[in-house]
């Protein structure tokens, strides 16, 4: 038989209902109460920090394993290894060995340097593009990748499609018409993403790895990717 994700919270709920009954009826539950309200309280802080956790670590994990290795990454060992923590274990509270209000006040200093860093990482990330661009330009021929019409360069329909997309007739182009500010825009990122995933695939990206993962795959991530 399977068991629900929310039964333990349910079964929580239950005995902290049961014990305000006992009280009700004249029962000491002057001793259990205070305890289980505080670590109720405490579970309760989590499994909603880790909510938003899981929705601000979305932009991040595709690169996640070339990231937390650059020189860029802004988050701390500990950090790291908790956020790891975290996406293997699908953001869930049930498996923690643990749970106090020292690890939600952790989650919520690692929430807030995803959240005000991520300008910082869309920079280091439109920096590998940029990267990549020139290393493509290097083995294709300079000039000749830089200036000829992107529909007649002889690379994939599919990065052709994407690089298009960037509304550039040529590849110099892309880099005449886009300042940094513009690589911090959404559907500017999620280009560089999709360019990036395809590379990746073709065996010819910058990032050693990218992490093709929907949501239920968390298990198969490069945490220890080398």
């Known amino acids: 038989m399977m068991v629900s994700e929310r039964a333990p919270e349910r079964a929580y709920f239950l005995l902290f209902i049961s014990w305000e009954l006992r009280g009700s009826f004249g029962c000491d539950n002057r001793i259990v109460r205070p305890s289980f309200i505080h670590t109720y309280r405490i579970r309760k802080a989590l499994k909603n920090k880790l909510g938003e956790l899981e929705y601000h670590t979305q932009p991040y994990i595709k690169f996640w394993c070339a990231w937390i290795k650059s020189d860029d990454c802004f988050l701390n060992e500990k950090e ?83 690089l298009i997309e960037f509304k550039v007739e040529t590849i110099i182009e892309l880099f005449e018409n886009y300042n940094e500010e513009d690589f911090t825009k959404i559907w500017v990122y999620q280009k560089i993403l999709e360019f990036e995933v395809v590379l990746n695939r073709e065996g010819k990206s910058l990032f050693k790895k990218i992490s093709n993962l929907p949501k239920e795959e968390y298990s198969s991530f490069c945490v220890n990717d080398g």
């Open 80 to 162: 790291i290894a908790l956020a790891n923590s975290f996406i293997l274990n699908k953001f869930s509270i049930e498996n923690l060995k643990s749970v106090s209000s020292e690890t939600v006040n952790e989650v919520e200093q690692l929430l807030c340097k995803l959240k005000n860093g991520f300008t910082k990482f869309q920079f280091w990330l439109a920096f590998g593009f940029a990267t990549t661009i020139i290393r493509m330009a290097d083995e294709y021929g300079s000039d000749k990748f830089l200036n000829t019409p992107i529909k007649e360069l002889k690379i994939s329909n599919e990065i052709k499609n994407i």
